[in-house]
């Protein structure tokens, strides 16, 4: 209730307490608890490739699927499994426009590529996954472009949010099977060809599931020079 009020004040009001039990233990810049950080739904144990878990007795270090056939982009690294709290802050984030979820959630993200890159072995450039401008209207925001910003602030990178357009409007991804999902978003993204892209760029999206959006955005960016493309999310999933 108090956290209501206190939410109510401002989209980027940030309470002194951790954001899913509300407890008033010293949390940082984290909005995160130790207990409650701590039981989070870290991604770990996951194909180096594209991220999704590993079963536990796996010695393998990729998925069957990336040991058949290696994706359009060359790395994906999420920074938790998408189950809840998480899947519910990043809902919240997206759906009711709770923005300072969004920075939350872009500061664990970083946090995570962090332990993932040193300074030198970033990709030169952020180029978060865009929206339609007719779903950019409806919901005031694209959720990846936010979360690319926090991600830039925190690891000093360039972000560019102009290079992508989504020229092509498509259904939601969440609702269709895979092989839907890839003809879904075949052809409906451009690049702005007026702009010049560093060799290594990073598509950030807030969750990757088929990965069938993020391959049609790296197959692009391949097509106009690029040669390496990472892949970073909050969350990842495996194919519905
Ligand atoms: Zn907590
Ligand atoms: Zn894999």
Not at 121 to 145: D, E
Not at 177 to 191: E, G, L, S, T
Request: aromatic share 8%; charged share 20%.
């Amino acid at each position: 209730m108090v956290y209501k009020v206190l939410n109510a004040l401002g989209r980027n009001f940030f309470p002194p307490y951790c954001v899913l039990c509300l407890s008033g233990e010293a949390i940082g810049e984290d909005y995160f608890c130790s207990g409650c950080k701590a039981d989070l739904p870290w991604l770990q144990h996951c194909c180096d490739v594209c991220s999704l878990p590993l079963p536990s007795a796996a010695k393998d270090k990729r998925c069957g699927r990336c040991l058949q056939r290696l994706p359009a982009f060359d790395r994906c690294v999420g920074a938790f499994y998408y189950a809840d709290p998480i899947a519910k802050l990043i809902s919240d984030f997206k759906y009711r426009a709770k923005l300072n979820y969004g920075r939350i959630l872009g500061m664990q993200l970083a946090a995570q590529l962090g332990t993932h890159y040193q300074a030198h072995t970033l990709p030169g450039l952020i180029l978060p996954v865009p929206l339609h401008r007719s779903r950019l209207r409806s919901r005031g925001f694209n959720q990846s472009l936010e979360l690319a910003k926090t991600v830039a602030a925190q690891l000093g990178m360039p972000v560019a949010s102009d290079y992508l357009v989504r020229c092509r409007a498509t259904s939601s991804q969440k609702d269709l099977h895979f092989n839907d999902r890839q003809r879904n978003v075949r052809a409906a993204f451009a690049i702005r060809a007026k702009h010049s892209l560093p060799d290594k760029v990073a598509l950030l999206d807030d969750v990757v599931t088929s990965g069938a959006t993020v391959a049609e955005l790296a197959r692009l960016l391949k097509d106009n020079g690029v040669q390496e493309v990472h892949v970073w999310c909050v969350a990842r999933t495996e194919r519905s």
